[in-house]
């Protein structure tokens, strides 16, 4: 054990720094937001507001799964994957005429591989990047199985609308999914006891162990949640356009770590909030929005969230560097 | 001490774990060939030995180098659309005009700069790699199809293409020939020179390898350096196979790379790890491939497949070296 | 102080009951048949030297590790530790030596962790409830700290205080406190001295670690002595006298062993002038000799280690000068130190010495790999040859050169770590801990190969936690204390009383 070397205490550069780090991606949002407002007509009109909360739901609920995940010290490369084949296995069972079983179905499916995630990560002791790489291909590996290629048509309305066409209060059912998970997601991680050992764990593991958290559970409940937020996504894929396809989450996973970290998460565990995720996957679809309404493609928005989220963790490591010393 | 410890109990299935583990790669390519043989008609016969190896000269060359990486602890997931950036980039540089050892020298001088860049990012900025390689991957993709415009830039040089694919020295096909003499250098590199023997240790524990007056930093970065090298490599014979530069090229090549490592017996916290066994591993992923199109398989379940191999000597590895955390 | 204890205390079983406990790692036998009964409302203090054990048979007290041998009961009742829960709802609450609290939670966060106060089954955290409930728990136990801080913004003192804030938050039949006194200052110290005054008069049972002498004798009603593993006694505070203490301790009566030379007269090797990193080292200035063994001690976290890795270049420097030999000596990194014979062997043998996956040949030679490259290529049959050779040099026992370092034993592994480094032939060497966790024989062979190493003419710095050790073995003494030389001594003129004296005399100025 080195010695503690806190006896500087918070001198007021590390906490403007702080201020900053903190504040930044408000304030990131807020220059986007006003940006596009002016650069763009189209952006401000009050349909794109209402379709870019629409665009965010299924990003929004992956990126609280993946926010839990590496707020507890790890990652999650399954998700896309997972969600696809969620949705595939969910859409054939509603070909199949199996009804209302399909949802309990689809999140088994994502609670699944989940649960695999956890075992493969407490018990035989992978590194979480690569015990979810190995799930992403037996998942993709499924998904393409099963559907051979093709569009898996079903017909049922009623699944569609409880998941994504339907409207409740004037809200698409897919945006009331991403308000029920968002408020879920935080009081489970702001205000109770699991989520308060969910950062426990993060900030030190063997600390977590020595005081007597059950580290190895809560690892293989929290990939179990967010397995099952993967068969809930998976759903709402498949709803909102009507059939399933193999690749129909494929890449999800990039955009949840991007919105995680861009809500000021940090890899490595120990810090983070959902309400400030919230903010991330805001960002990335009021980015996505403005791209595309900028005509700038699919493949430059790539570039550009690879080069973002490479940024932003650089940023955020100088920041906490800083803030050390 | 240590021997009691193995007499007592579980002593037994860690040895035979360790044994299986040792024994994975060299079992596993005889199964296979056996099977596919017995399967196939026109499995076993050197001609299709010679395509077999041929075809995977790419993915042989990419595993060695993603040896090196996991030994060092750290993971490359952007090889696969790097390869097929580098494609396009030498596709189109040719295309241009620029005469084919031109056009070669430039790709894997990209290659190695691309490379360098993860590691620096990668060793400097301390973020993790596989956050660094994922964003890679997203930039590479999305670059490749942004040069291309989503078709694939042919490749009309008859020198170029003859050179690499049909034309041989002494009877040896010039990929065969590349991939022998990488092997070798990388056999020597890491047995015999400093440089290679002091990866074990950093790989291990770099804090130990630092302490001991090892350039922890920038071995590191050399490692991605040769790993671009080979990818870089790799990625002109895989252009040079598909006679074109294609943006959605190798989707699969990130995964087999590291499966052949895993089965390799490569620890994935770093500090173990074998060049013989990596191409050993290479070479069952090649089979695979090679036996399961011969066999008319669908393609999309050798996802699972490979899934489940690396499942299996992911649990060995743990099995054997249980007790010893 | 202290004999004091209601009679039927005594009758009944002890509160918590430790028997025949036999506890292995890789290469070591930590404990061997270890037996401590505790009983309630007794201060027991638990004595060794580093690596006698103590660490480890709390450890198990606490859940942490499970004993590979031995039985555990709780006032009377066999039991099973499991985990660290288990042992807490038993009623067993322990201050680790390495802290464990979280520096990214809040202080009631901390305090409160495992216990917090919920509805629902823990799904409704009242979190009104959380800060008033751990600003009671500081507020009963004397501590000013308010319960809203982040641990981040917290000294090193006042992070151990909220440490021991989270183990008597519930109700602890016996508290473990592992040396609770090394990064508290005077007032908190006082604090601490009076909080387990208040738990042992409330019939709590305590157990207390610690190095320091003068808190046994204030503090504890009894005292059970460990040696490399092994009880050793277990009696009444009051029947040892300070020097009968130490031979239990060290196993023998401390021989001093002084030498006359005149270190004036020897070369200077390494002179340190204002050597500064903040926080941690604070202008230190320091001359080695060629020839002599310098003793460095103080407490723990005086700043010791962090002084050796700044000279070893382990770690850069803030403000400061060096010289070798006359020459500036001004290293980028470890690589560059050792090229210029200054090596630093870390007191972590097994996170920091070695490369436990590694062979003890390929250890020997790691540090010197670049000087058996003829060419780019490494010639194997020279490495072997060298390892071999340090090897039989050290009296390593080890089947081969290709034998795993990991299944060495603790003294065998600590010759490994010296062969690695004396193998490159150093002008300056900082030892750092290095017979920490080792037994009696090798420790005796490490000792004379130190002496033999200055005799040859290098300049040795020693740290060490065992006074007795340092005043053996070094020519003259330098004491740390927060982060300054407080005193340097002839080891002629040195008493453990005296080394003592300078390193608590810093602090208690600093405090002030």
């Not at chain 2, 005889?30 to 000269?57: C, G, K, M, P, Q």
Request: net charge neutral; hydrophobic share 55%.
């Amino acid at each position: 054990m080195a010695a503690d070397r806190s006896i500087t205490r918070s001198n007021r550069a590390a906490a403007r720094r702080a201020f900053l780090a903190t504040s930044g991606i408000y304030l990131a949002f807020a220059i986007l937001v006003i940006a596009l407002a002016i650069v763009s007509p189209a952006f401000r009109t009050p349909e794109n507001l209402i379709n870019i909360g629409r665009q965010v739901a299924v990003l929004g609920i992956a990126s609280f799964a993946m926010a839990f995940v590496i707020i507890l010290g790890e990652i999650d490369l399954s998700i896309g994957a997972v969600a696809s084949a969620a949705g595939v296995v969910c859409a054939m069972a509603l070909a199949a005429g199996l009804g209302p079983l399909a949802i309990p179905i689809g999140l088994a499916v994502g609670a699944g591989f989940g649960l695999l995630n956890g075992i493969l990560i407490v018990h035989v002791a992978v590194p979480s990047f690569i015990a979810t790489l190995v799930s992403y291909f037996i998942a993709q590996g499924l998904a393409l199985t099963l559907t051979t290629g093709q569009t898996i048509l079903f017909a049922a309305d009623w699944f569609r609308a409880l998941f994504a066409t339907g409207t409740l209060f004037g809200l698409r059912s897919a945006l009331v999914w991403l308000v029920i998970v968002f408020a879920a997601m935080w009081w489970l991680l702001a205000r109770t006891r699991f989520g308060a050992h969910i950062y426990a764990i993060g900030g030190s593991q063997e600390s977590a162990r020595m005081l007597g958290l059950a580290v190895d559970r809560m690892k293989i409940m929290v990939f179990t949640l967010a397995g099952a937020l993967m068969g809930l996504v998976g759903m709402i894929l498949i709803a909102r356009i009507g059939n399933a396809r193999a690749d129909g989450a494929i890449g999800l996973e990039f955009d949840a770590i991007a919105a995680v970290v861009l809500g000021g998460t940090a890899l490595g565990g120990g810090y983070g909030s959902i309400l400030r995720t919230l903010v991330g996957v805001m960002l990335i679809g009021v980015m996505n929005n403005g791209l595309a309404i900028l005509n700038i493609d699919f493949n430059s928005q790539q570039v550009i969230k690879g080069v973002l989220v490479i940024v932003i963790v650089l940023v955020d490591r100088w920041a906490r560097n800083a803030d050390q010393k | 001490m240590n021997a009691d410890a193995d007499a007592m109990d579980g002593g037994r299935t860690r040895r035979a774990a360790r044994l299986l583990r040792d024994l994975l790669p060299y079992l596993g390519l005889i199964l296979l060939v056996a099977y596919f043989s017995l399967a196939s008609d026109f499995f076993f016969n050197a001609r299709n030995f010679e395509r077999l190896v041929t075809d995977s000269a790419t993915l042989i060359l990419v595993a060695l180098g993603m040896t090196l990486v996991i030994l060092v602890a750290e993971i490359d997931l952007s090889v696969g659309a790097v390869v097929a950036l580098l494609s396009v980039i030498l596709a189109q540089a040719m295309a241009a005009g620029l005469p084919w050892p031109v056009a070669v020298l430039l790709t894997v001088l990209a290659a190695m700069a691309i490379g360098t860049l993860n590691g620096v990012i990668t060793v400097i900025g301390q973020i993790p790699s596989f956050i660094v390689t994922l964003g890679m991957m997203a930039i590479a993709t999305g670059l490749a199809f942004i040069f291309t415009g989503a078709i694939s830039v042919p490749i009309l040089d008859e020198t170029f293409l003859d050179l690499f694919y049909s034309v041989s020295l002494l009877g040896v096909p010039v990929p065969l020939m590349i991939v022998v003499v990488a092997f070798a250098a990388l056999v020597v590199m890491l047995g015999r020179t400093a440089f290679g023997r002091e990866l074990f240790a950093i790989g291990a524990n770099i804090e130990a390898a630092r302490l001991s007056g090892i350039a922890v930093r920038r071995n590191k970065i050399a490692v991605f350096a040769v790993m671009g090298l080979l990818v870089g490599v790799g990625a002109v014979l895989s252009a040079s196979r598909l006679g074109s530069g294609a943006p959605g090229s190798s989707p699969s090549l990130t995964l087999d790379a590291i499966a052949a490592v895993i089965i390799g017996g490569a620890s994935l916290f770093g500090g173990r790890a074998s060049m013989v066994r990596t191409l050993l591993g290479a070479l069952l992923i090649a089979v695979l491939n090679n036996g399961m199109v011969l066999l008319n398989v669908n393609v999309d379940s050798q996802f699972i497949v490979k899934g489940l191999i690396i499942l299996l000597a992911v649990v060995l590895e743990r099995l054997a070296s249980a007790g010893g955390r | 102080m202290g004999g004091f204890r209601p009679v039927s205390v005594l009758a009944m079983a002890p509160v918590l009951s430790l028997s025949s406990i036999t506890k292995r790692f890789p290469g070591v036998v930590a404990l061997d048949g270890v037996t401590l009964e505790i009983e309630a409302g007794e201060v027991h203090a638990v004595m060794g030297e580093n690596g006698a054990g103590k660490s480890t048979l709390m450890k198990i007290a606490a859940g942490v590790h499970a004993p590979d041998a031995g039985a555990i009961s709780v006032a009377g009742d066999t039991v099973r530790l499991r985990d660290a829960q288990t042992a807490t709802a038993l009623g067993i609450e322990t201050v680790f030596q390495e802290l464990t609290v979280l520096a990214n939670r809040d202080v009631a966060q901390n305090i409160m962790i495992g216990v917090e106060p919920a509805r629902l089954g823990g799904l409704m955290l009242d979190n009104r409830a959380l800060y008033a409930q751990a600003q009671a728990v500081l507020d009963r136990l004397g501590i000013v700290i308010d319960a809203h801080m982040a641990v981040a913004r917290l000294s090193a003192g006042e992070r151990q205080m909220v440490e021991i804030a989270r183990a008597c938050a519930g109700t602890p039949r016996v508290l473990i406190l592992d040396e609770p006194t090394s990064s508290l200052g005077r007032q908190e110290e006082t604090l601490l001295f009076a909080l387990i005054g208040r738990l042992k008069a409330a019939g709590v049972a305590i157990v207390y670690i610690t190095h320091r002498m003068s808190e046994v004798f204030a503090l504890s009603d009894r005292i059970t002595v460990l040696r490399d593993g092994r009880h050793v006694v277990t009696g009444a505070t009051s029947s040892f006298t300070r020097q009968a203490l130490i031979r239990a301790m060290v196993g023998r009566d401390v021989e001093d062993r002084r030498r006359g030379a005149a270190i004036a007269d020897l070369p200077e090797a390494l002179t340190v002038r204002g050597l500064t990193r903040r926080g941690a080292v604070d202008a230190v200035d320091l001359t080695l000799h060629a020839g002599e063994v310098l003793g460095l001690a103080g407490l723990m976290g005086a700043g010791r280690t962090e002084l050796a890795r700044l000279i070893a270049a382990a770690d850069k420097s803030d403000a400061g000068s060096m010289t070798l030999f006359g020459v500036p000596y001004q290293p980028g990194g470890v690589g560059e130190a050792i090229r210029q014979g200054v090596v630093y062997v870390s007191e972590d043998r097994k996170e920091l010495g070695l490369v436990l996956g590694l062979s003890v040949a390929d250890n020997i030679v790691l540090p010197g790999l670049r000087r058996f490259s003829r060419g780019g290529l490494l010639s194997l049959g020279a490495m072997k040859r060298a390892a071999r050779q340090w090897m039989e040099r050290l009296g390593v026992k080890a089947a081969s050169p290709d034998t795993p370092v990991s299944t060495l034993s603790g003294g065998n592994q600590q010759k490994v770590v010296l062969a690695k480094w004396l193998s490159l032939e150093p002008r300056v060497i900082l030892l750092d801990e290095p017979t920490r966790g080792v037994d009696v024989g090798a420790k005796a062979e490490i000792h004379e190969r130190i002496r033999a190493l200055a005799d040859a003419g290098a300049a040795v710095l020693v740290i060490s936690s065992e006074l007795p050790e340092v005043l053996a073995v070094c020519d003259r003494i330098a004491v740390m204390a927060q982060g300054r030389i407080a005193g340097i001594v002839p080891a002629g003129e040195a008493t453990e009383e005296s080394l003592l004296d300078l390193a608590f005399a810093e602090a208690g100025l600093a405090v002030a």
